[in-house]
């Protein structure tokens, strides 16, 4: 890890969403210097359903984030589920690992939230720094830090570039990952991709204790044979606003061939009025992003560079969520770098560094396989239609399901559904 240029950080962390900004905030609390650069300047939006389960809801206990209803946060207390001709509100499970509630709050917000806790434990971000390439060790081959363009207000380039160099950095610039493509880490074409379309619309659900979740899409009266492949969501922001989306996954990358905005225009034409989901009460266009599963990018760590959050397809195949994960792997790196970064030889701070990715393939690679044979069961609208229409009214498989689904159950101890869920996990290869 030696170089011949003096390091400006400890760490250089490309991208400040929650990836990036918890990692920050981690490596700035045990004193090491860290510089994040991002091409956007905060507050930006951020295609997302803006809800958070409870496993998310821990990571922010963890990072110290305040989530006080009065700081902007509204709580949900379980799911509600549509489909199959029913409809039931499951409550999150009571567990000694995770809370029984959820959050909401639109990623406009929750991002510069996570920003400005990193900046105020020590972290320098650099708004405005668009990263192009990464900076080689000619001798190793590691890389030694990035060089970035200069954008100016309005995202332009102002012909201005900037080197930063560390001896680890971290890529949580996103499901591109121009970072880790220029690193030779591709994308496999094995796992999941899900996408997303969703709005804004000013709604009298915006304080609705319950996530709501559609397993059916009709751009008809259902029962007319015209189930489009996807999911729903209405997801209560208690600021007068709902986040209303769907989205859908494949177990390949063939899910983003589909026309999703179209899709959600003919779920909205067909709403109940009771909604209130109109174009005079929609705020905001419908924006759309990918949903990197699985573990779609590997390694996890090479020559210097950790993956993290969509970078390294850290979105789980069972529900598209993707914040827990992404900062739980903040989390672990940022642990892994600063253990790493006290050992004495080049060669010891290697074997530390490569810790990374085992962890978080030790915690959560079992489930996220488990999720990828998940989607070629339900990926198909008719077979997601049968398990809806017999599963729902069997409020025992439905708490097994939800547990499931949510990543909701205990990894060690917990009730028999804990230890099946746990057993599961550990009996297949871990993706």
């Not at 809800?51 to 902007?72: F, H, K, Q």
């Not at 990623?107 to 900046?119: G, I």
Request: contains cysteine.
């Amino acid at each position: 890890m030696a170089t011949n240029h003096p390091d400006d950080a400890d760490v250089v962390v490309v991208g400040a969403g929650p990836a990036g900004a918890t990692a920050a905030h981690y490596l700035a609390s045990v004193g090491l210097d860290v510089v994040v650069l991002d091409k956007a300047r905060f507050p930006r939006d951020k295609i997302c359903g803006d809800g958070l389960t409870p496993r998310a809801v821990a990571e922010l206990v963890r990072a110290g984030v305040s989530i006080d209803e009065s700081d902007g946060w509204i709580r949900n207390v379980g799911l509600r589920v549509v489909g199959g001709g029913h409809r039931i509100e499951i409550p999150w499970p009571e567990l000694s690992s995770y809370p029984s509630y959820g959050l909401a709050r639109s990623r406009m917000s929750f991002d510069h939230l996570l920003v400005e806790h990193a900046r105020t434990s020590g972290a320098t971000i650099l708004e405005g720094m668009s990263v192009t390439e990464p900076v080689l060790d000619e001798r190793t081959g590691r890389i030694a830090g990035v060089t970035a363009r200069v954008l100016d207000a309005d995202g332009r380039r102002t012909g201005e570039e900037r080197t930063f160099r560390a001896p680890v950095v971290m890529a949580a610039d996103g499901v591109s990952s121009r970072l880790a493509t220029s690193m030779g880490i591709a994308k496999r074409n094995d796992r999941p991709m899900g996408v997303a379309v969703r709005t804004y619309f000013e709604s009298p659900r915006h304080d609705d204790a319950w996530m709501e979740s559609h397993l059916e899409l009709w751009d008809g009266r259902p029962g007319e044979s015209n189930l489009m492949p996807g999911y729903g969501w209405i997801f209560a922001l208690g600021d007068g606003t709902v986040n209303v989306g769907l989205g859908s996954v494949s177990s390949s990358a063939a899910a983003t061939k589909v026309d999703y905005k179209d899709l959600f225009q003919r779920w909205m034409a067909n709403v109940p009025a009771e909604w209130g989901f109109t174009e005079e009460s929609q705020r905001g266009p419908v924006r759309g992003a990918a949903l990197p599963m699985a573990f779609n990018r590997s390694p996890l760590y090479d020559r210097g560079l950790m993956l993290l959050g969509d970078a390294g397809g850290m979105v789980s195949p069972f529900n598209g969520e993707g914040i827990a994960y992404a900062m739980q792997a903040a989390r672990v790196a940022s642990d892994t770098v600063a253990q790493a970064l006290t050992r004495p030889t080049d060669s010891a701070r290697e074997r530390a560094l490569q810790r990374y990715a085992q962890v978080m393939k030790d915690d959560i690679g079992g489930y996220y396989r488990l999720g990828t044979y998940f989607v070629k069961l339900i990926e198909n609208p008719h077979i997601m239609h049968l398990c809806t229409k017999y599963g729902l009214p069997r409020p025992l498989l439905m708490k097994f399901v939800m547990k499931l689904l949510s990543d909701g159950y205990e990894p060690r101890g917990g009730d028999l559904m804990d230890r099946v869920i746990a057993g599961l996990t550990r009996m297949v290869p871990a993706a």
